[in-house]
């Protein structure tokens, strides 16, 4: 098992910088992935950014430019620098934890979320 804390979400305004900070707990030794997805309501949750243990990293379309992600290994931490926010960027935030390939074996963790709502 994996536990997942997030902290960091909040309101911000337009064209400012939020930073997302996601700590894992439990049995994170493995080879693994740490990522941000996001969930409007009604909606499907999307990645947003994903980093590996090895610190390859991949983003979503719509954030690269604007988004960093980062991780401390020592810590089992990841961290999601956001700038340039857009109000359409408003979202709970989730925090997500797997077996990076090709140790991956279908189960996924979860944060509780956290919410992120740009102001225009």
């Known amino acids: 098992q994996v536990q997942l804390v997030e902290s960091g979400g909040g309101l911000v305004e337009a064209g400012g910088p939020l930073r997302l900070s996601c700590t894992a707990s439990g049995r994170t030794f493995s080879p693994n992935a740490m990522g941000w997805f996001r969930q409007l309501p009604g909606k499907q949750r999307e990645l947003v950014a994903r980093?590996?243990?090895?610190?390859?990293?991949n983003y979503a379309d719509s954030v690269k430019g604007r988004f960093t992600i980062s991780r401390d290994n020592a810590k089992h931490t990841v961290y999601l620098q956001m700038n340039s926010l857009k109000p359409e960027d408003t979202a709970v935030y989730y925090c997500?934890?797997?077996?990076?390939?090709?140790?991956?074996?279908?189960?996924?963790?979860w944060g509780k979320g956290t919410l992120v709502t740009v102001s225009p």
């Open positions: 997500n934890w797997r077996r990076k390939e090709p140790y991956y074996d279908g189960m996924d963790y």
């Open positions: 980093i590996t243990s090895g610190s390859t990293t």
